[in-house]
């Protein structure tokens, strides 16, 4: 046989193996899309709902290779306002592949100015993030992004045990100043608390760190319910959340409610002026 007609039959068997390597993608990504975890994970928290992707409505923003997989940052937006023509009672965020794949469920309380939330979460495996919005209609719309990131959720504090503890519970809520009249207000809560996984290996001892977390976030303005979320180790240390709330013209206090799952309850309350 010459060269030439290796030559043909090489290009031949590429051809042919052309489909059948695009089938074995196709596969690949929808076992990434439709991965056991997830599948759990929505049969437990919305049945057989149908969920629809639409990114004029709910955007998830996350990179695409974390820099570092203990504190990555996501954004979740909305595309509307609250109560413009629809309304954002829910938010749920997922991290398909972490120990605890369900990192925080938000309810979003009448003192919500927008359905969109910034935090930093923990990523322990490669794998897909995603937001999903309950609308007051009974609607459910997801965004997802993947993520390469990998031991997250077993990374080293960035504190050591001892100035962790000295700062433990600490809080600081901010609002921004400069808002448009009759706009909602951005502000942010950080909390000063080591989140524990519990799979962290102390180097010195070999045994590892107890698990301890911010378990219950409550936040009110004005007398009125902004959200309440239940959240997992999957936030990242020192918890940081970015959130909307809708301004009152007589001003009114923030109150920041936070509970850890060592049975710690920690306040912080910031007054705002009209």
């Not at 969109?116 to 897909?128: K, N």
């Not at 459910?140 to 993947?146: I, Q, W």
């Not at 977390?213 to 918890?239: C, H, K, M, T, W």
């Not at 013209?249 to 850890?260: F, N, S, T």
Request: aromatic share 4%; hydrophobic share 45%.
């Amino acid at each position: 046989m010459n060269l030439s007609s290796l030559h043909r039959r090489h290009v031949l068997g590429l051809l042919l193996a052309a489909p059948a390597a695009a089938r074995a993608q196709l596969r690949s990504a929808e076992e990434l899309e439709n991965n056991p975890r997830w599948l759990q994970q929505r049969e437990a928290l919305f049945a057989r709902r149908p969920i629809v992707e639409d990114e004029a409505l709910l955007s998830l923003q996350a990179p695409a290779r974390a820099e570092d997989a203990a504190v990555v940052p996501i954004a979740v937006r909305a595309g509307f306002a609250q109560g413009q023509g629809a309304r954002v009672r829910r938010l749920v965020l997922v991290i398909d592949n972490n120990p605890s794949p369900l990192a925080a469920m938000v309810e979003l309380g009448p003192a919500s100015g927008r359905a969109d939330l910034e935090t930093r979460v923990r990523i322990d495996e490669y794998g897909f993030v995603r937001a999903i919005a309950e609308l007051d209609d009974g609607r459910l719309v997801m965004s997802k992004r993947f993520v390469k990131a990998s031991g997250g959720c077993s990374a080293p504090p960035g504190k050591d045990a001892e100035a962790a503890r000295a700062t433990l519970g600490r809080m600081r809520l901010a609002v921004q100043e400069d808002a448009p009249p009759g706009q909602p207000l951005r502000a942010q809560l950080m909390v000063s608390h080591p989140n524990d996984s519990g799979l962290v290996m102390d180097q010195a001892t070999r045994l590892y760190t107890k698990a301890q977390y911010v378990r219950n976030i409550e936040l009110a303005y004005a007398g009125q319910r902004l959200l309440a979320a239940q959240v997992d180790f999957s936030l990242s240390e020192n918890p940081h959340l970015r959130f909307w709330l809708r301004a009152e013209p007589r001003g009114g206090e923030l109150l920041a409610r936070v509970d850890d799952t060592e049975g710690r309850h920690f306040e912080q309350r910031l007054q705002l002026v009209a």
